[in-house]
């Protein structure tokens, strides 16, 4: 890595913290010496974790990476990084430093993370971008660390860094914010874990558990899911017939995927579920609903609202009861939606990762 410059802030290595300087670099010097990227699952987080290392220039200086900076209105690559480096209170490169050709490398790690009630009225998954560049306090070496956040995805991924803000670990702007921090710790154990690398003994780890274990579901895990989606209102001899096929479903490959999915789909039908087009009005929501918990189920509502923006409404006269609504990930323009109590929804969630039968909230 190449030189770097003094700010005046105090260095990011507290001690207790899974957010320090003794965590990310032994991560940089992995991705540095061994592999620049990785993807891979870690515990507790929705779909795979993406971890990259790139640098100024040589990452932005192809085709596409040049429209791009040209677009943002700068020259190069290093236009850029001194603006990056503005931003983050680091001093910036001189002509000189430039003329040098040197490379600055930085850490892109991204994930999704639950959305918060706000953002479930537009998307399924929050995604996070943490973006680690490295810098001197006091120091000629390298020390210390400075993270950039953005909560949105890279179509122009010049752009996307661009407007990517200043990282307080201990001050987080809103709740989305707030969950990436809290994922992003959870994230860097399970890089190290990966990676094993050792965390020292004094840092407070976020789980402790092994977050990237590679567990395999039984069907003792079904009969607990089928329990649970179900809400226990299953007969013990369809218990045992479910989730026996369900896990012989689980063991096939992947190319069998449409007679996997047609079985989930059986599965559903076999419980209480809610098979619907993506429109939808109340009147169907509070008939279906009904239906589903078994007595009469009403929720106020503004006039003129449809579809999924009625979720708001219905989960909020749902949780007076401890119930939830949540749907089987059909990959298609229609919802396959159950009720849930709602303090098992978090173990559904878990569940549903270690099984591999998809299910999001709402």
């Known amino acids: 890595m190449s030189n770097f410059f003094s700010n005046l802030f105090g260095r990011n290595?507290?001690?207790?913290?899974?957010?320090?300087?003794?965590?990310?670099?032994?991560?940089?010097?992995?991705?540095?010496?061994?592999?620049?990227?990785?993807?891979?699952?870690?515990?507790?987080?929705?779909?795979?974790?993406?971890?990259?290392?790139?640098?100024?220039?040589?990452?932005?200086?192809?085709?596409?990476?040049?429209?791009?900076?040209?677009?943002?209105?700068?020259?190069?690559?290093?236009?850029v990084l001194n603006e990056l480096y503005k931003k983050m209170n680091i001093g910036v490169l001189s002509d000189e430093a430039i003329l040098e050709g040197l490379e600055y490398d930085f850490i892109h790690i991204q994930?999704?993370?639950?959305?918060?009630?706000?953002e479930k009225k537009v998307f399924k998954r929050s995604i996070k971008?943490?973006?680690?560049?490295?810098?001197?306090?006091?120091?000629l070496e390298i020390n210390d660390f400075r993270i950039l956040y953005s909560g949105k995805h890279f179509f122009d991924y010049t752009k996307g860094v661009l407007e990517s803000e200043v990282l307080e670990i201990n001050n987080p702007k809103n709740e989305?914010?707030?969950?990436?921090?809290?994922?992003?710790?959870?994230?860097?154990?399970?890089?190290c874990q990966y990676l094993n690398i050792e965390i020292p003994k004094n840092v407070e780890l976020p789980s402790s558990e092994n977050l990237v274990a590679n567990e395999e579901a039984t069907e003792k895990d079904f009969e607990e899911f089928i329990q649970l989606v179900s809400r226990g209102n299953i007969k013990e001899k369809e218990l045992k017939k479910q989730s026996k096929k369900l896990f012989k479903n689980y063991k096939k490959e992947a190319k069998e995927y449409h007679d996997i999915v047609e079985d989930h789909f059986a599965f559903f039908e076999s419980i209480d579920a809610w098979n619907s087009d993506w429109k939808f009005d109340p009147e169907d929501a509070a008939y279906f609903i009904s239906n589903l918990i078994g007595e009469d189920f009403t929720f106020d509502y503004p006039e003129e609202t449809y579809s999924h923006e009625l979720f708001p409404y219905i989960q909020s006269e749902l949780e007076k009861s401890n119930l939830e609504l949540l749907t089987y990930e059909t990959f298609g323009d229609n919802y396959l939606f159950f009720v849930a109590n709602k303090d098992k929804v978090?173990?559904?969630?878990?569940?549903?990762?270690l099984i591999k039968i998809e299910i999001n909230q709402l």
């Open 111 to 118: 994930f999704y993370s639950q959305p918060t009630s706000e």
């Open 13 to 79: 290595n507290d001690p207790k913290s899974i957010v320090s300087f003794d965590i990310i670099e032994p991560i940089y010097n992995y991705l540095y010496s061994q592999k620049s990227d990785l993807e891979f699952k870690v515990k507790g987080i929705q779909e795979n974790v993406s971890v990259n290392l790139f640098y100024f220039p040589g990452s932005f200086d192809h085709e596409e990476g040049i429209a791009e900076i040209k677009k943002s209105g700068f020259k190069n690559p290093y236009e």
């Open 129 to 139: 971008n943490f973006l680690i560049f490295f810098c001197c306090t006091n120091s």
């Open 176 to 191: 989305s914010e707030e969950n990436g921090i809290r994922d992003f710790k959870l994230v860097l154990q399970g890089i």
């Open 346 to 353: 978090e173990r559904i969630l878990e569940l549903s990762e």
